[in-house]
Structures are given as structure tokens and as C-alpha cells.
């Protein structure tokens, strides 16, 4: 927290979120069904932009990037994906909280954010997470039944 990297990453972050919830509601103006498909996650965008921070980058311990370099096939993500589920159930064990900044995927071909991490932009695919101690007690997860849940086929 606080130092000039984070500071960066977050002022980064949040201009890439500012400007992606422009574009979007610019686009879902004269798209019905994209406006359908996108109103939720706009409006997260939009509640991000109001507050002025990204929740978890430079108000956590640690906002970590994770990077996997492009290939083919492409499977970036999904290699990503499984290393965030990792640490997300080893926070989860170590009783730490865990939020996914997804919006950080949106920079892997950001010049100033690829400067900052020291790598070429358009090279690696990017994903990040904020960990650290709750500042407060979470209530316990609800969660469904079996049954709900899972369709046993025969």
C-alpha cells in the first residue's frame, strides 16, 4: 500500500474502467439487447467511478498481478483462471480475504502498465487480485443445497 507502483496501477487501473463504462454506455444506447446483456456490469463500472478507486488496488496489503505469456492455442486465461483459483482457496484457507481485479486483463497492452511491470505490451496475458485481512468480520456463506446444485445424469 501507498508505494509509487501501487499508486500507478491504480490511477491505471481506474482510467482503464473510466474510459471501458464510456464506451459502454455510449454502445448500449443504441444497442437494446447489448444494454440488456451489459446493464449490470455497467453499473458496477459506474459505482467504481463514482466511489474515484478500485476497490482492492491500493487499499489492500497486496494487489497482485499474475501474467502468462501468449501462445498458441490460446489458453492464457484459462491458465490464469486456474492459478487464481488456487490462491483464492489458500487465502480462503489462511482466512484472507480475496478479490479479483479482473479489470486488470484490460491492460496487457497498456504501454505504461506493461513499463511499470517490466514486460512487452501485448506479449503476456494479465489478471490480478487484491488479498489481505478483512477489515471486518464477514457474515458465513449461504450456500444451496446438493441437489440444487447438481444434475445427476443416469
Not at 496501477?9 to 482510467?15: G, K, T, V
Request: negative net charge.
Amino acid at each position: 500500500m501507498g508505494s509509487k507502483s501501487m499508486t500507478t496501477a491504480a490511477a491505471l487501473i481506474f482510467e482503464e474502467i473510466s474510459t471501458t463504462v464510456s464506451k459502454l454506455e455510449l454502445a448500449m444506447e443504441n444497442d437494446q439487447q447489448l444494454r440488456e446483456q451489459a446493464i449490470d456490469f455497467a453499473n458496477r463500472l459506474v459505482m467504481i467511478k463514482k466511489i474515484g478507486t478500485v476497490p482492492g488496488v491500493g487499499t489492500t496489503p497486496y494487489f497482485i498481478i499474475i501474467a502468462e505469456k501468449k501462445g498458441f492455442p490460446r489458453v492464457e486465461q484459462q491458465s490464469l483462471a486456474h492459478c487464481l483459483e488456487n490462491r483464492w482457496l489458500k487465502a480462503t484457507a489462511l482466512d484472507l480475504g480475496f478479490q479479483l481485479i479482473s479489470a486488470t486483463a484490460q491492460l496487457a497492452d497498456n504501454p505504461s502498465f506493461c513499463a511499470m511491470l517490466g514486460i512487452n505490451p501485448g506479449e503476456w496475458a494479465l489478471n490480478g487480485y487484491a488479498v489481505g485481512y478483512s477489515a471486518k468480520e464477514l457474515s458465513p456463506s449461504i450456500l444451496p443445497s446438493v441437489d440444487e446444485v447438481i444434475r445427476w445424469l443416469e
